[in-house]
Every structure is written in structure tokens, then in C-alpha cells.
């Protein structure tokens, strides 16, 4: 009976759906926020790379907010899983070749990490995806060594804390000098060189630190869960 | 004026920094919290005069609306900014084990609540609005017991199921206008999204937003969580977060979606989330699903306030929902001692005297029996449906009068059970000082707006007006006009 | 849709990523395909919110080495999606976590026995009853039938 009505509300979906899909304009005339960002973005802030000036310029108040949201599940996650028993059974190492890869590759996804973070504002990438990368670097020696503790968590929370306050303070620094929260300030250099764009790339290394610590941590209290029988 | 921003910003800095805080100082880390909220409640204070006269607009980074993202304060925002704020920090929530993170999650919450309501641009609602569900899931499975797990993991999926609908509405009306700031989409409206694609898209962040403002379809979360959450967190829960959610779909009605249809859509979904929710609260048998229940059937009234077109619904939805913030938290902080088994709360008000007057207050307030202030609103909500003339709110009426009669009877079953002769097997102790006072002071805030009546109802009458005024708002935002053709 | 242009297709993968996570969301019992639907059903939604000022063609918003590419694609719904799947993963990392807890508490994984010992659980905290006309009618056969029968001779 639940499957009937359900597979009844999912084909009433499913017509909706076609119904909408014939009324949507495709005509596209390309009149909209983004191609006004497009024309402009490149003077008022310096970023070679739009979608940066768009996530840390333009909408940074959403960043802000994703980053607390980060901040705020890595939180939660820790309080649910709680602290491991001290004589709870570790699974095994991994193999050989998990093991070489792994520590041969540490080094090097920390490397593509920074580089990503760091060049946010000229190429494809920034903080987030820098962050990840930086996270899944930390995460590797986990998979291969179950039994190490690689991360504090203590030092997980400091290193988190104070980049989501570095990010605030920047913001409330631009109130200081009389402008709005968030206003990008510095001086904004030449288009497309490393040092451009203002306070951008801080802003950036800041998140890409803190979602990275952030990941590293919540990876690590999910392996150190207790493993379920 | 630029300080409002702090309101938000101040909260969320204290979160990030108050474990580096509890290292340095206990006492600091526990004091911090209620300080930082008694302060951005004084800023919110001091620029509320300013608004009575006109609202304004910030713009976050000083970009210009809508490459930028715009902050709208008129006092309707406000009034709920400032309830958020001053809310969190009278039901500031006390967990044994997790004292340092549910501190921290107040002000999460506290800053999350004010710039929801603060907030003019449609991406930005859906980001505070995910924020603040990721923090109501924290401060429900702070509790620790397996129960609040569980229920907390069933609201997630509910929750999310809503969040993803909700960027599916997103999607449509940014691919229909091209912007995301409310004030031009306020502009743009009338050509682009007054056709079906529109309508989907406001069904969709209907169901979107509405899975915290319990309406109907998607409230299957609401009885468990207010029974495993702790009472003060059902009480924020319950009293403020879910107006914040009706107040977002407020801002889209009036604004973006003109359309009747959304309206009937509306007045349907509340007339079933009322009958729903007072059935099930008649046939409860402890206190704390009941109250779920009855705050459905609220909410419920609501919505029906909203359908109603015009400066009539928003005027009585802003009672409804005053009324509602006093009374929910109030009702929940006298359910800490008194959660449980009804038949065990026999005699209880031997015990607790002040607690059962209260309770009973609160319940010929729910009810609507005037001159309490539950009954000026039901009347607001009533009669502008008696005057539309048509049988879909005439309908609606007859709901809510039954819903009254309802509640009548499933409340004051609690209070004969409250006053018996008899006491129960293991009787209740008295109520924590610090729950008694919080409550009394809301149902002292209740009986002295009786008093008055008619200066509260003007005021509100006012917020409702500025509220409902697209043009101020459009011309307060001013945003730069999208040039036609392509850019290159 | 005889030709199937790219924007067909495109709106054809979106919508059918959200019907597939809806459908394993409201269908399936176990817990981890809900959550699998759920991430499924984002999937979707941020690919529509791509699609929305989608234009085949368009370069990559970048300047690189000084030239502007002629027609620059949307850079809004990119930071809007990078914001959207960022919440995701949070929500999917809290989830598991949940999950984690739920298990080992109530052992099993399956939302009806989840939902069942969750309700028992609040009415014994609560004191009360389980709410009695849960799925099965009442046992037919306790009703003691001599009684009636008796009462209705002896009238």
C-alpha cells in the first residue's frame, strides 16, 4: 500500500515536473546579475578569476555563513560520535602499496592544496577546493595506518577557530576605515599577478585552512568511531 | 545604522572563538555567551526609533544591490531579529555534558535568527536558513539520549528533502529573472514569474521553508523532536525559529508571488495543518507531544492568516504570531517539570501553585477567550475571512472556531488533572526558579498587553503596513537596473 | 523531444536526478539509501541551479593573460552551487554521524524498527502507552463469546 501511494506521488511528480519543463524560456538573453558582475568584476576587485571576486567579494557573507555551517556540523559530529574507548580493537594496517602510496603522496597533495588555495584569484580553484584537497592529504596516512593519531583534535579546533575569526576580523577591519562589513581593502595590484586583489587571496587562505582543518578533523573522528559489528 | 551588521557578526565571531576562550578562562567562555546577546540586543534596540520612520538597506561589502548582496531592516525584520536575540538569551540552553558547544550553538542560533530576518536577497535567506537547521539539529542531539538521536536524524531527512526543494525554486526564479536580490525581483515579478513557473517555484519554497514552520505536509518531525529535545531547546525551537521560517515566506508572498493561486495554496495547506495538528494534540497523552501537536495547529492559523489578501493578512499573521512567541516558550518551560504522562500530573498543583495559575492563563489565552490578548488575534484572523465571502475561507473559519473548541477541551482536561484532590503515585517536584520566572515574566508580558490593547494593536497595525509596502521597499534597495542585451 | 539538443538532455539529468533521490527517499526503508537519495537529490538541485543561465559555448569567467574571451558564462549560480555543495557535505557528514549513533544504540538500521523503538522509548520515558492501533487489528479471538452468547438467551 505505502509503495503504491508512494510510486502514485512520484508519477503526479513526474508529469509536474514535464509541465514545468515545457513552460521554462529558453530564450536566454543573457540579462542577468552574473553578466553584470562579468563587466565590472575586474575593476572593483582585482580578481582575474570571477567566480572568486563573486564568492568572497560580492556574496562573502555567504561564505562566511558556509563556513559556519562547516564549523557548526564538524561540531555537532564530534559531540554525537564522542570520545573512543581507550581498549577498543584498531582494524589492521593496509597493505604495502597503501602504504607507500600514502606516504609518498602526503607531501604532494599538500603541495597541489597550497598551490590551489593560493592561486584562487587567478586560475580555477580557491579555498574550498584547496581545502579538500588539503583535508584528503591528512586523511590518506589514516586510511593506511588506522592505529596513528596524525590530528589532534585540540589542535583541530584551535586552527579552525582562529581562521573563521581571522575571516570576521578582516570583514570588521573595513568598518573600522568607515566602509561596510566585508569591503574588500588593499591595494588592488596588477590583474593577474600572484600579489592582486586586496585582502582576496587572505580571505581565501584563510578558508582553505579552515575547511581543510575542519574536514581533517570530522574524517578523523568518523575513522576513530568505533567500528560497528 | 551600519552596526546592525553586528547583530550577526558578533555571534557568529564569539562561536568561532569560544573554545580558544574556555582555554584561557572557564568563567569567561560561560559568561561571554549572554553578554555578546545582551549587547547586539542594545544595538538592535538603539536603531529600532530610527526605523518608525522609514526602513533602510545595508549593503554587505558596500557592492551595490544586486551584484551585492542587500541587508533590509524595517521594523517588521527587526521586531523578529530582536526576538531571536533577546529569546535565545532567556531560554539559553543547559546541557550537563556539553555546556561549551551548546553555547556556542546559541549563538549560532541568536545570529543565524537575526540575519534571516535581516536579510533582502533570495540566496542568502537559503544559506542562514540551512545554517540555522544545522544548528537546530545540534542543540536537539545535545541532549545525548539515543531518542534525541533518532529523531534528530528523522528532521534531518525531512530537512533536507526541503533544502534541496527549496534550491530547485531558487533555480527556476533565477533562470526566469536573472537576479536574486528580493527588492528586483519585487520589480521584475509582475512580467516574469507571474505564469507557471513561477507558481512552481513558489510550491517549492513553500515546502522548502516550510519544513521548519510545521506546515503541513512535511511536520511528520515535529512530535518527536519536542519529546526527546530538552524543553528550553523545544521552547526556541517551537517559539522563535519557527516564526523566522513564517516570516520568510511572508517576504516572498508580498514581494515576489502576487499570484491568487499561491494564496489558495496557502489557506489549504494551513486549514489541514489545523485540523491535523488539534486531533492529534486532543488524542495525546503526555504533555510534551500535546503541546507539539498544538503548536502544528498554530502555525496552522498562521498560514490561514497569511491567505488572507491584502494588509488584512499581514496584520493579523503578525498578531497570531506575537502572540504565539510569548505564549509556545512559556508553555514548553512549564513542560521541563511537567513533561511526561498526563494522569501523572494529578495534584500537581499543590506543588507548583504559581505554575498551575500560569498554566491556566496560558490556556484561556491559546483558547481565545478575550480579554487575553489569544483572542484579538483569532478575532483578526476571523472576521477579514467572514468579509472575503468566499466558501474556502468561510471553510477555514468554521476550522478554527471548531480547532478553539478543541483546544478547550484537550487544555483544560490538563487543568482539572493539574487541580485534583488526590495526588498521582510519585508526584512532580516544584518547578526550577529560574524556568518559573522566565515563564511568568512571558505570561506577564501576555497580561499586560491586555492593558494595552489598542496602542500594541496600532503599533502592530503600522509594522504590518511598512511591511506590506513593495514600493518603499524597492525604492529603499534601489537597485541598479540589469542593461538589456548582451554584455561584454 | 525528437531532437535532443543539449539543453534537453541537460534538464532531462537534472529533474531525473531529483526524481531518483525523492523517489529513494520516500520508497526505501533502509537508512542508508535514504541518505543516498538525499545526496542524490542535491546532486540534482545544484545541477538545475547550473542550468539556469546556462549557454553553450561560453568561456570559463577567467581573464588569462590579459584577453576577455568574447562570451563569459554565469559566475553566480558557480558560487552559488560551490556554496550549495559545501552545505551538503556538512549535512551528509552529520548524517552519518547520526547514523553511526542510531546504530549502535538500537541495532538496526531499518527506519520502521528505528521509528517502532524510538516511539516505545518516548512513551516509557513519558509513563504511557504505546499508542495501541498501530498496524495490526486487535486479537479478535480474546473477546470471551459465552458472554454474549448468555446474555442474549437470557434475554
Known sequence: ?229 | MNLLVLMIALPLLTAFLLSSINRLSTFAARVIGPLVLLATAAIGLSVWPQLSAAPQAIQWGGFQAPLGITLYADQFALLFALAMTIGTLLLWPRSTENQLRSSSLALLLAGTGSGLALSGDLFNIYVFYELMTVVSYGLIASRGTSGSFASTLRYLVISGFGAALALAGIALVYQATGTLNLAQLAQLAPEKLNNLQGFAAFVLMLVGFGVKAELFPVNMWVPEVYATASSRVSALLAGVVSKLALLIIMRLLILVFHQPEALTVLLVLGILGVATGELAAWRARDLNRMLAFSSIGQLGVMFIALSIPGNAGIFAALAVMVHHLFLKPSMFLLAERWGGSIKALAGAAKTSPVGAALFVLLSLSLIGVPPLPGFWAKLLVIMPMLALDQPLYYFAAFVILAAASLEANYLFRVVMKLYEKEPAATPHNAHATLDLATAVFLGAGLVASVFMLVPLADRLDGIAVQASDVSTYIQTVAPQPLEAGRVQ | MDILDSNTILYIAAFGLMLIGISGIVISNHLMRIIFGIALLEAGANLLLMLSTYHEGAAAPIIVDGNVPAMMADPVPQALVLTAIVIGVGILALALSLAIRVQRAYGTLDMREVRLKLEQEISADAGIDMPSSSEKPADIAKVPLNSVVQQESGS
Open chain 1, 1 to 229: 500500500m505505502r509503495r503504491f501511494t508512494a510510486a502514485l506521488f512520484l508519477l503526479g511528480l513526474g508529469v509536474m515536473i514535464a509541465a514545468i519543463y515545457q513552460h521554462i524560456d529558453f530564450s536566454n538573453t543573457a540579462v542577468n546579475a552574473g553578466q553584470a558582475i562579468n563587466a565590472v568584476a575586474a575593476e572593483e576587485t582585482g580578481a582575474a578569476n570571477f567566480v572568486t571576486s563573486v564568492v568572497l567579494a560580492y556574496r562573502g557573507i555567504d561564505t562566511l555563513l558556509e563556513l559556519t555551517i562547516l564549523f557548526t556540523a564538524a561540531m555537532i559530529g564530534g559531540m554525537v560520535l564522542g570520545r573512543r574507548r581507550v581498549d577498543a580493537p584498531r582494524d589492521p594496517d593496509a597493505g604495502f602499496i597503501l602504504r607507500t602510496g600514502a606516504d609518498l603522496l602526503f607531501p604532494l597533495l599538500l603541495v597541489v592544496g597550497l598551490y590551489i588555495i593560493l592561486h584562487g584569484h587567478l586560475t580555477p580553484g580557491g579555498g574550498f577546493q584547496g581545502g579538500v584537497i588539503l583535508a584528503a592529504a591528512f586523511f590518506l596516512p589514516l586510511l593506511a595506518r588506522p592505529g596513528i593519531t596524525l590530528i589532534d583534535q585540540r589542535v583541530v579546533s584551535l586552527v579552525e577557530g582562529l581562521a573563521g575569526a581571522t575571516f570576521i576580523s578582516i570583514g570588521l577591519l573595513a568598518m573600522f576605515d568607515g566602509k561596510e562589513f566585508l569591503t574588500p581593502l588593499l591595494d588592488k595590484g596588477e590583474l593577474g599577478a600572484l600579489i592582486s586583489a586586496g585582502t582576496l587571496p587572505i580571505l581565501y587562505l584563510a578558508v582553505g585552512i579552515k575547511v581543510g582543518s575542519e574536514l581533517a578533523g570530522l574524517l578523523a573522528h568518523l575513522a576513530e568511531a568505533e567500528a560497528l559489528d
